[in-house]
């Protein structure tokens, strides 16, 4: 075998590699020829809920688990990229995917670093959000149900009932922030309380009116892979 000594300068940092040879035949069988054996790639660990896109190349696409964080391992040769998530996915409508430089070397730690690509809701996100609690609320008071549901999922709001009808009004709806929980699940929860009016029966079965404060604890909001927003709890 044998080696070659290479030296290099990648993003303004002198990189000195040793790669290994070794021999593969000869040419007109008397020059020697040789083929490289040492790896250059390496290992990159890249976390990203939105895909994987290195330079104009999608790697891997949005992960299907909306709370998965896209965990991969990529192989880079030395070089310097520029990784970030999938462009063209329906959920860059909501979410903004970082963008992070590597410079992959193949030096004895070129390119060990590990990679996360953090997201941030877009602007439109918060008013769309805004708009679905508005709905969603407005639907559980619709219901007439003194503990209402909508899909399956518990309402706001509620009270006690005699006869478990209720009369609601809503007087405000509640401020919200959105936070980005995990991957692509997002929780949405109230800074400032909205309020309802409520017409309903009592333990004596008399009819009287109340308001209520509509509060948000905590609610988990996904984005789908089509860029759809679906309330997951």
Not at 15 to 32: A, D, H, K, Q
Not at 116 to 121: F, H, L, Q, S
Not at 150 to 162: A, D, I, K, L, Q
């Amino acid at each position: 075998g044998a080696t070659v000594r290479a030296q290099y300068s990648l993003d303004g940092v002198a990189v000195t590699t040793v790669m290994r040879l070794e021999r593969s035949g000869s040419t007109f069988g008397v020059f020697p020829t040789w083929r490289l054996v040492s790896n250059l790639a390496r290992q990159v660990p890249v976390s990203s809920p939105t895909g994987i896109t290195i330079g104009d190349t999608v790697l891997t696409e949005v992960p299907a688990d909306s709370s998965s964080f896209g965990n991969s391992t990529v192989y880079l040769y030395p070089g310097i990229y520029e990784i970030t998530g999938a462009k063209n996915s329906p959920v860059t409508k909501w979410l903004r995917s970082s963008t992070e430089r590597l410079a992959v070397t193949s030096g004895a730690t070129g390119g060990s670093r590990s990679i996360r690509i953090t997201v941030t809701p877009t602007a439109g996100l918060a008013d769309e959000v805004t708009k679905m609690m508005h709905t969603l609320i407005d639907d559980c008071a619709k219901t007439g149900a003194a503990r209402p549901q909508v899909n399956g999922g518990r309402c706001p709001f509620s009270t006690y009932s005699s006869d478990d009808k209720a009369t609601w009004t809503v007087i405000s709806y509640p401020e919200l922030k959105v936070d980005i929980s995990s991957g692509r699940r997002l929780d949405v929860s109230s800074t400032k309380s909205g309020s309802v009016q409520v017409t309903t029966k009592g333990f004596s079965d008399t009819p009287y009116t109340t308001t209520d404060s509509v509060t948000i604890w905590s609610r988990s909001l996904a984005i789908n892979l089509d860029g759809t927003l679906a309330w997951a709890g």
